[in-house]
């Protein structure tokens, strides 16, 4: 059975930073390709960050890159997004993907951990 079981979500103010992870089960992990995507209230899924599966290209929104950066652990099954200079708008729910498919058509997706910026 695939499993992606996110975590590292949390309220922190403007400015602040925090760490994601995801670990997964079910799979070669290390033969996938891996995304993040979120969701904001009331809002649809958006991509936000895809790392390669040796770790070595990775792919960054514009509303993020230079703030958050993806990286994984090929050894420990696990996925993380770095997230510094949180804005207010970064406001969401966090998912993992499997592979580079970003909508809500992916089967393969984590619960999800929520990230709220708030002064």
């Known amino acids: 059975e695939v499993q992606l079981v996110e975590s590292g979500g949390g309220l922190v103010q403007p400015g602040g930073s925090l760490r994601l992870s995801c670990t997964v089960s079910g799979f070669i992990f290390s033969a996938y390709d891996m995304t993040w995507v979120r969701q904001a209230p009331g809002k649809g899924l958006e991509w936000v960050s895809t790392?390669?599966?040796?770790?070595?290209?990775?792919y960054y929104a514009d509303s993020v890159k230079g703030r958050f950066t993806i990286s994984r652990d090929n050894a420990a099954n696990t996925v993380y997004l770095q997230l510094n200079s949180l804005k207010i708008e970064d406001t969401a729910m966090y998912y993992c993907?499997?592979?580079?498919?970003?909508?809500?058509?992916?089967?393969?997706r984590g619960q999800g951990t929520q990230v709220t910026v708030s002064p």
């Open positions: 993907a499997r592979g580079r498919d970003s909508t809500a058509a992916n089967p393969y």
């Open positions: 790392v390669g599966a040796d770790a070595q290209l990775k």
